[in-house]
């Protein structure tokens, strides 16, 4: 039994830190920080743990009964322990983030609640061993996420708040509904018991396809797939260290892992490819891809520049679950990590630029490169990787979703990823050209210096080392325990045949 | 010793980073007390960048590293194939190195004394041109795919740096138009390598290879290879860049570009094509490939008499030895038999054109800041590497001379004759190119030891010796035998004479109308830009139709909307009325009920 307490433990850690927060007072900034930070290391180590354990053999699962037939139960699978390390990774470089980004300024007590809330509910949804439990902690993630879009107050951010809460308690509802259906057909499934479904025969195919699709409808909202994203841009109201957040593991993350949940382990890969849904999985993919990169296109604005291209990003991750074989399989368990990782370390950059220099517009950027070097590398590495260059980590996702692509037989797959790369190539290497090869106009929007060195070191820290990361998992992806190696674990141990 | 092999592409990244340090630390210390630093970035380290590789390319026996935690699996490794491709391009990088450091001079006089436009060009230029380096070294040393990719890329998008370094209107166009093809190049490949390496789960280039020969679709990956790589090595139709681009690059990088990284282009081919494999079925696509090349060569010599910027016409000219290579490569896909004999000529080629042009550009910055030397001496130095590019004379005759000896006997003779002819067209381009440097020519200004005439001098012989130096493995070059000499050097004779003839009409005709018809440099680049303002001009279009037509619909729903709430105010009065009549209706209803109760 104790060794069941190990994930309650590290769901606790941000849970518990967030009413802690609420209680203490408006001024005492430091010990927030401190008590911030030192949770975020101490979920790191848990998380650890949980790794090791797991490659120990060891089951780590608890559980109780709610009501008869519901149960909430907490489990750990390789597939949780890299989102669940992925967002404690990025919790922790977010929340140095935080600290420098939004010195001075109000409310910061509230935020950073809700921050730990919002971490929270993405390591329930790591954990979360059934669909139930994963309901439960995707709902309390719309609900703690919302005070952090509309952190601001302003007009604008109220309405986006409206939209968002809108499109997400709407999609959340849609995913009740199927959750209940799918409930009332087969009772209480735990992730991982695939035979349940498949055991149901044939002549529950039409139902399960019917279930399947309310299923994609509800998470598809949270993983903005088109026509579902319109919350995204808008939610670009938010500070920086939350749209990082919200794009590289929070929010859009939590829509994506939970349709690998639902093909891999409600219905199976098999079940999903027998029903035939995996091209209408690779259609959607293709459609978002593609839609977001052009609109990212016609952005003037770096933030929603990158809300369209992860519009575009998560998007790959949907492509490599529908090519049905190993390789497509690695492809998209890879890049849920690889597009954080990547993302967060744009958001950041823009992040910076906004803070330190006021830069909102692409064309106020012209020399920032040489004002800004650090955080401009940083930039330039997370913009390469998101073309899919080598040794990015963007490159090891393209490369495993061409060879996915070969083996489910879909070569076209292939014009899409080099479409992409090119729509991506597009829209970013201007942001470099004006960054490193266009002179400066001598003045910048709105200067504030904020440290010795290009920026604040809260500010800079974080970014350059997701940055490294980026580069780090790419170029040794065949490391032992690098994301590629999780995945491809994933991929060939449990999910298929 | 496979440490060297790893340390031939690492050590230029290790002299960028040591400059980018040194450029950091020196900024950091200067406060505005103590002035600007005085930084001289152009060292004797940064010099050394190519040197492991040179040591490399020297070295005994053959080299492989396989290194299991690089990206998918690395593999570079150093064979019999390799190795005449590193020499090369190693030697022409240092000694263009040095030419940098001459051609350079001025602008890092004007960064010393603190001007901040050459700071920024010079800091540019001296952190990017060791990263070309290093993807260029790369490609040629590596056997895994994601290596190749990563050399070639790399090499690609710093070297748009080394383009644009003038800066102007001119540069960004030339630095864009580098770049677009080349973008659209780097997706053809990707498509060729994904769907040629997924066919077989190859990793390493030889698998690819074989995945591509056995693979059904094999055609069309090997034409996505082809097309990609093609954009490098000026395949007709998307060479127009190179016009573009050489004349607005500084001359050491056009001599690099022209000289190693289109031939990266080939290198591609050489590495991913099934060449001499009989079962791949390619004949078809040989065929277009040897077309594609010999329509180039004669085109962009004709483009290229009729440019004014010597290196513009050089860079026509780089196109035109490209289709002749291209040829060459195509003739291995559609007589796979022919292909290990061929490769050997293939390579000296290679080199041949790598050095020579090398040499070429190197000495247009002579003619304009020609060293203290007497002009006899400078001008036939000037005109050795233009008449070897012509066959006439050094390691463009020994090169011509091999083609023949293997192809002679081939179904593939033809060819010859073609590859003849296209050289008349190149005895033209370099008599253009030379009488554009005479016209253009500088006063004596530099000691002949200066870093410029030195590489220049020194790359003159080298081209003029490749045939010498290049390692070929055990079979030698044949020399040619006196007898065919005639055979030989016809087409430079006769591309003299027409030269000679074109001056004569045009001097004769001067002052009526200009000597030669002007052609814009990049040719077909304003064609395809203006079919891109077309397109872009009709997506606009079509897009503002769309919009106003769901400007319509909205029009529409908010119409239907405003009748809807028409309706529903309606109801609203008619509620309102209701108001008055409730207290009567409730007890005329109450009335009736008791009514109805008590009758019942």
Request: with cysteine; charged share 10%; hydrophobic share 55%.
């Amino acid at each position: 039994m104790s060794q069941g307490w190990l994930p309650v433990f590290t769901l606790a850690t941000s849970l518990l830190v967030a009413p802690l927060i609420l209680l203490l007072p408006e001024r005492a900034g430091r010990a927030r920080a401190v008590v911030n930070l030192a949770a975020a290391v101490l979920k790191l180590l848990l998380v650890a743990l949980l790794v090791l354990g797991f490659y120990q053999g060891r089951d780590y699962t608890f559980g109780f009964t709610v009501v008869e037939g519901v149960s909430f139960l907490l489990q750990v699978d390789a597939l949780g322990l890299m989102f669940a390390g992925l967002s404690s990774l990025l919790w922790l470089a977010t929340t140095v983030y935080a600290i420098g980004y939004l010195e001075d300024s109000p409310n910061r007590k509230r935020f950073f609640g809700f921050f730990s809330l919002c971490v929270a509910s993405t390591v329930g949804i790591a954990l979360a061993g059934n669909l139930f439990t994963f309901l439960l902690f995707y709902e309390l993630l719309t609900l703690s996420t919302y005070p952090l879009v509309v952190h601001r107050g302003h007009d604008k951010a109220l309405a986006a708040g409206k939209v968002y809460l809108r499109y997400t308690l709407t999609g959340g509802l849609v995913l009740l509904l199927g959750v209940v259906a799918l409930h009332a057909l087969v009772g209480d499934v735990a992730f991982g018991q695939r035979e349940r479904l498949a055991d149901l025969g044939p002549e529950a195919h039409p139902m399960l396809s019917v279930l399947f699709l309310v299923l994609l409808l509800g998470l598809g909202v949270k993983a903005a797939l088109v026509p579902l994203h319109g919350w995204l841009p808008r939610a670009m109201v938010a500070p920086a260290p939350v749209s990082a957040l919200l794009h590289a593991v929070a929010v859009v993350k939590a829509g994506a892992f939970g349709i690998v949940r639902l093909v891999y382990d409600v219905y199976g890969i098999s079940l999903v490819h027998e029903l035939g849904l995996l091209t209408l999985l690779s259609v959607v993919a293709t459609v978002t891809i593609l839609y977001g990169s052009v609109k990212a296109l016609s952005q003037q604005e770096l933030k929603p520049r990158l809300a369209y291209s992860t519009v575009s990003q998560v998007s790959y991750i949907v492509l490599g679950i529908s090519l049905f074989g190993p390789f497509g399989t690695i492809a998209g368990l890879v890049h849920l990590m690889h597009q954080g990782l990547m993302k967060v370390t744009l958001f950041y950059c823009a992040g910076n630029y906004a803070e330190e220099l006021g830069i909102h517009r692409i064309e106020d950027l012209d020399g920032a490169g040489r004002r800004m070097p650090l955080t401009s590398m940083a930039f330039t590495v997370g913009a390469l990787g998101m073309i899919g260059l080598p040794p990015i980590a963007g490159f090891i996702t393209k490369w495993y979703l061409g060879m996915g692509a070969v083996q489910a037989g879909m070569p076209w797959v292939i014009g899409v990823i080099a479409t992409s790369s090119l729509l991506n190539a597009a829209y970013f290497l201007p942001i470099l050209h004006r960054l490193w090869f266009r002179q400066g106009r001598g003045r910048w929007p709105e200067e504030r210096r904020l440290g010795r060195y290009e920026t604040s070191a809260w500010l800079l820290l974080p970014t350059a080392a997701t940055a490294l990361f980026s580069i780090l998992v790419g170029l040794l992806a065949g490391v032992p325990f690098s994301p590629l190696d999780l995945a491809t674990f994933m991929a060939t141990k449990e999910y298929l045949p | 010793m496979s440490l060297l092999l790893a340390l031939a592409p690492l050590w230029p990244l290790l002299v960028m980073l040591n400059a980018g340090l040194r450029l950091a630390l020196a900024l950091s210390r200067s406060g505005p007390r103590r002035g600007r630093p005085r930084l001289e970035l152009l060292d004797a380290v940064w010099l050394s960048a190519p040197l492991p590789a040179l040591l490399l390319a020297l070295w005994p026996g053959e080299l492989a590293l396989s290194m299991q935690s690089w990206m998918l699996g690395g593999v570079w490794q150093l064979d019999a194939m390799r190795r005449p491709w590193l020499l090369f391009a190693a030697l022409l990088w240092l000694l263009a190195g040095g030419y940098a450091r001459g051609y350079l001079a001025d602008e890092r006089r004007r960064a010393r004394a603190g001007e901040g436009t050459a700071r920024r060009r010079l800091t540019a230029f001296a952190l990017l041109w060791p990263l070309t380096l290093a993807g260029n070294l790369l490609l040629i040393l590596a056997e895994d795919i994601p290596s190749f990719y990563l050399g070639f890329v790399t090499m690609t998008l710093a070297a748009y740096g080394l383009v644009v370094h003038a800066g102007g209107r001119e540069a960004r166009l030339g630095g864009f138009s580098y770049l677009v093809l080349a973008l659209v190049g780097e997706g053809l490949i990707l498509m060729g390598l994904l769907w040629s390496a997924g066919s077989a789960e190859a990793l390493t280039l030889s698998g690819l290879r074989t995945a591509i020969a056995e693979a059904e679709q094999g055609l069309w990956m090997a034409t996505l290879l082809w097309l990609g790589f093609g954009v490098k090595a000026g395949v007709v139709g998307l060479h127009v860049w190179l016009p573009l681009a050489h004349p607005v690059a500084p001359t050491p990088a056009s001599a690099v570009l022209s000289g190693v990284m289109v031939k990266a282009g080939v290198l591609g081919w050489l590495s991913t094509l099934p060449l001499g494999v009989v079962e791949a079925g390619l004949a078809p696509l040989g065929g277009w490939i040897t077309g594609a090349g010999l329509a180039g060569a004669f085109v962009a010599a004709v483009l290229g008499v009729c440019q004014r910027h010597p290196k513009a016409v050089l860079a026509y000219s780089s196109v035109s030895q490209l289709g002749m290579l291209a040829s060459l490569v195509g003739v291995g896909l559609s007589e796979p038999s022919l292909w290990p004999a061929l490769l050997a000529p293939v390579t000296l080629f290679a080199g041949h054109h790598g050095m020579t042009k090398g040499a070429l550009f190197f000495g247009v910055g002579v003619s304009e800041h020609p060293p203290r030397l007497p002009a006899w001496l400078i001008w036939p130095l000037l005109a050795l590497p233009a008449l070897s590019l012509s066959g006439a004379l050094a390691s463009g005759l020994i090169a011509k001379s091999f083609m023949k000896e293997v192809l002679y006997e081939s179904a593939h003779a033809w060819l010859l004759t073609w590859l003849s002819l296209a050289a008349v067209g190149s005895t033209l381009l370099m008599a253009r190119a030379l009488w554009r440097q005479w016209r253009g020519r500088g006063e004596p200004c530099m000691a002949w030891y200066a870093p410029m005439p030195l590489a220049w001098l020194s790359a003159v012989l080298a081209a003029a010796a490749v045939p010498l130096w290049l390692p070929f493995g055990e079979a030698g070059i044949p020399w040619p035998a006196p007898g065919d000499l005639l055979g030989l050097v016809w087409p430079a004779l006769v591309g003299l004479t027409l030269a000679g003839l074109l001056l004569w009409v045009a001097q004769a005709g001067s002052g009526r109308r200009p000597a030669a018809p002007r052609w814009p440099a990049g040719d077909l680049w304003w064609g395809y830009a203006a079919a891109a303002g077309w397109a872009a001009a009709g997506l606009a279009r079509a897009q503002a139709a769309l919009e106003s037509r769901g400007q319509r619909l909205r029009a529409r729903l908010v119409e239907v909307e405003h009748r809807v709430i028409d309706w529903l105010d309606g109801l609203a009065h008619a509620e309102r009325g209701f108001i008055h009549f409730a207290v009567p209706l409730a007890v005329g209803v109450t009335a009736l009920l008791l009514l109805g109760l008590w009758l019942g």
